[in-house]
């Protein structure tokens, strides 16, 4: 029987996409470089592959951190620093907290039921006040943060940490709900967990992570839950 549900938070719980496009946008003008569609999707191929890198243990979190917007700099002969430019971001990207749809009726009703636990791999200076403006901490057992516990998803050791801190847990009561393969998926199968795949977006699946269910909406997990899990 199902007791504990782990929630990743980006573009799971709370609008990431539509956060970032904001912020980043804003802390490039005020660095006079102008945020055209094109550079905004550089960006995120750089961003991607950093992250990437970080879940396969290459690069520290700071790194992906400055090295994302040093790049685009490089590759646009831009002098810029990127760590200004990361820490002008960071803090426009903390006042973006809106929902993803269904998201917070769906904290609601599931906080009476399961113990819900926040899973993320976000920085904690982000985090921490989007969570506050968005008046979800009520909903939720624990946060875990990787910056804060440190190690990030995917690797066991993040998820091992959280299990530690939950009094009586038991791996075979609990579940991780999130959007991406690589971190929330791939990292919940490691640990042991039941996994469900939020594929929002529309992504192709991947022969080598395999998510025990998929759902397009939030809406779609209670009556999966009430079914399946």
Not at 99 to 106: N, V
Not at 113 to 126: D, M, Q, T
Not at 203 to 219: F, G, H, T
Request: hydrophobic share 40%; aromatic share 10%; proline share 3%.
């Amino acid at each position: 029987m199902l007791k504990y549900i782990f929630f990743d938070l980006d573009d799971t719980i709370l609008n990431f996409t539509a956060g970032e496009a904001n912020a980043l946008s804003q802390a490039l003008s005020e660095a006079g470089i102008i945020p055209t569609q094109a550079v905004l999707d550089r960006y995120h191929v750089i961003n991607q592959a950093c992250w990437e890198l970080l879940e396969e243990g290459r690069l520290t979190r700071d790194e992906v951190l400055v090295q994302r917007f040093e790049q685009l700099f490089r590759e646009m002969n831009i002098h810029y620093s990127g760590r200004d430019l990361c820490q002008r971001y960071e803090y426009l990207l903390s006042k973006q907290h809106a929902f993803m749809p269904d998201a917070e009726q769906l904290l609601r009703e599931l906080s009476s039921k399961y113990r819900l636990y926040l899973a993320s791999n976000g920085a904690a200076a982000v985090q921490n006040p989007r969570l506050d403006d968005a008046g979800i901490r009520k909903y939720f057992q624990g946060i875990f943060i990787s910056e804060e516990i440190g190690a990030d998803k995917p690797s066991k050791a993040f998820f091992d940490a959280c299990f530690a801190a939950i009094p009586n847990f038991r791996i075979e009561e609990a579940a991780m709900v999130g959007d991406s393969l690589t971190s929330d998926i791939r990292g919940g199968h490691n640990a042991g967990l039941r996994t469900v795949w939020f594929n929002c977006h529309g992504k192709e699946p991947r022969a080598d992570i395999r998510p025990d269910y998929v759902i397009q909406n939030l809406s779609d997990l209670i009556p999966l839950l009430e079914k399946k899990l």
